[in-house]
């Protein structure tokens, strides 16, 4: 894809279409994403997360993978966990994050040419290491819990 190129949005969802909350849960970051569109949008793959200043998105569960995309109707949610640490510490001794930012997939898995979401930390920070992971976007929040 060349840089000069519009970028196919078609039915993804995007930051201007949606409202991200983080929440803590369960031990984990919980992304609720609501639609505040008139539309149905699709949130496509996973959040590309970052933390602070990273360079780098954090991983992702491949196992959380979805048959579908998660399709989001005006008013509903797409949900999205993230387990900021490596249980057993091999993620190393981990730094406090201060902001997250989301960026949304289009429909061809590319990250969304577009200001991601900076959903406010629940008590504005997270403790985060190498081995953070976040799911795939799930219709169903004990379903991203469990990822």
Not at 79 to 98: F, H, L, N, Q, W
């Amino acid at each position: 894809m060349e840089d000069n190129k519009p970028q196919a949005k078609g039915d993804a969802c995007a930051p201007s279409d949606m409202k991200v909350e983080a929440r803590s849960q369960a031990g984990k970051l919980l992304l609720v994403a609501t639609n505040t569109a008139r539309q149905p949008c699709t949130a496509y793959g996973f959040p590309y997360v970052r933390f602070d200043q990273d360079q780098a998105t954090t991983g992702v569960g491949e196992e959380t993978k979805p048959k579908e995309p998660t399709k989001v109707a005006p008013g509903k949610s797409a949900y999205a966990a993230i387990t900021p640490t490596a249980a057993d510490g091999s993620g190393g001794p981990g730094r406090d994050a201060k902001k997250i930012s989301v960026t949304f997939q289009t429909p061809a898995g590319d990250p969304m040419q577009r200001t991601p979401a900076t959903p406010a930390l629940p008590g504005n920070t997270l403790h985060v290491d190498d081995q953070a992971r976040a799911t795939y976007w799930l219709p169903d929040e004990g379903a991203a819990l469990k990822g």
